[in-house]
């Protein structure tokens, strides 16, 4: 039965955009590797890594001159990277990040399948790629998880003492509890950030809708409440699984974030205060009224990054309709928005 749970489990965790959002091209005679949705950029890097499970995956580096930390980005369950190139290049300007994005195995244009451990051996592969290609070091490192990529960043945080920082954004507590209330954790589960957080020794911020009704906002708090540095979540009222970027907080609270763990760890103690005085969250997923049909009960079909509003300093624009209507593409296993930037404000 528990096998059969868990491999329930990890099939409903999977939605992969059919077909991939975007192809590779490479110029034969610079040999620089682009996305087929996208023109070069002179800042931006796109390469294929090799993982220890023997897949070989798709990921980009967003390169910001005023950067002193790196962000590694994990995305959720129905998302490539055609999708969510446009709020990678938004992110690392507007918090001077840079920033790693990487495609599961199976997603896009790498290669495998997608699976709870090889999601594991992908993002080792990108911070692997990080340490040598680009010199990064822990400490610089910031891992952000969304979704079903909250999974992969617990799990490597778990192993690195000396991280700066993670972010979770809208997480499970594990795959199981997002389709039932249980109580204990079960060996054939999936994604057991639940029995992970508390291993985890760095700052961590959580940001969660209130009104999320595909992974309850219960997950989110009661991650928060278990982790042993917390700085002051974001519950946003009213947001949903798909929709937190739009709202102005969530850049804002983002940019806080970063400033505060960049400073010296003397300088971190009055938003550790801060954050042990903020209403404690709900404990257990029994309040849960029901149980939720899937892991991200395929989060509801998105469309391309490309179709947001993006920033200009304060000011938006929205691309113009013939290109708009060249990156549209059928994706009846993504999602509205898991990524999309319709209204973020810089501030």
């Known amino acids: 039965m528990g096998g059969v749970t868990s491999s329930m489990a990890a099939k409903l965790a999977f939605f992969p ?9 490479t110029d034969s005679t610079t040999g620089l590797t682009t996305l087929s949705l996208f023109p070069h950029r002179e800042n931006v890097e796109i390469m294929k890594l090799s ?3 023997g897949t070989e995956i798709v990921a980009v580096y967003v390169r910001n001159p005023m950067a002193s ?63 040598e290609k680009y010199g990064a070091k822990e400490e610089d490192i910031i891992l952000y998880g969304q979704s079903v990529g909250s999974g992969p960043t617990l799990d490597l945080a778990t192993r690195l003492p000396r991280l700066r920082a993670i972010v979770l954004h809208s997480p499970i507590l594990s795959g199981l ?47 928060w409440s278990l982790c042993k540095e917390k700085y002051e979540p974001l ?22 974030f970063i400033s505060a763990v960049e400073k010296s ?12 005085r903020v209403e404690p969250s709900r404990r257990s997923t029994d309040c849960f009224e029901a149980s939720r049909r899937s892991t991200d009960r395929r989060e509801k079909p998105r469309p391309s990054a490309d ?35 319709d209204r973020i404000r810089a501030r």
């Not at 389709?179 to 954790?185: E, G, L, R, S």
């Not at 938006?316 to 994706?331: Q, S, T, Y």
Request: glycine share 6%.
């Open 17 to 25: 955009p059919n077909p991939p959002t975007y192809n590779l091209l």
């Open 177 to 223: 509890r997002v389709m039932y209330p249980v109580k204990h954790t079960y060996w054939f589960d999936i994604y057991k950030n639940i029995d992970k957080i508390p291993l985890v020794s760095c700052p961590v911020l959580v940001i969660h809708g209130t009104s999320d009704d595909v992974v309850d906002c219960s997950h989110g708090k009661q991650l």
């Open 265 to 276: 760890p003397a300088q971190r103690n009055l938003w550790r205060r801060n954050a042990d």
């Open 51 to 53: 993982t220890r499970r």
């Open 307 to 341: 179709s947001s509003k993006i920033i200009r300093g304060n000011d938006f624009r929205v691309f113009n309709a013939l290109r708009l209507e060249k990156l549209k593409m059928p994706l009846e296993r993504g999602r509205k928005s898991i990524d999309r930037l």
């Open 69 to 131: 930390t790196t962000v590694v980005y994990s995305h959720g369950n129905a998302a490539d990277l055609g999708q969510m190139y446009e709020l990678f290049i938004q992110l690392s300007i507007h918090l001077r990040v840079n920033i790693m994005g990487y495609d599961y195995s199976g997603y896009g244009q790498s290669s495998g399948k997608p699976s709870e451990h090889n999601t594991y051996a992908d993002i080792e592969a990108a911070y692997k790629c990080l340490e």
């Open 235 to 256: 519950w946003l009222k009213g947001g949903n699984h798909c929709n937190l970027e739009v709202f102005p907080e969530y850049i804002r609270h983002l940019k806080k």
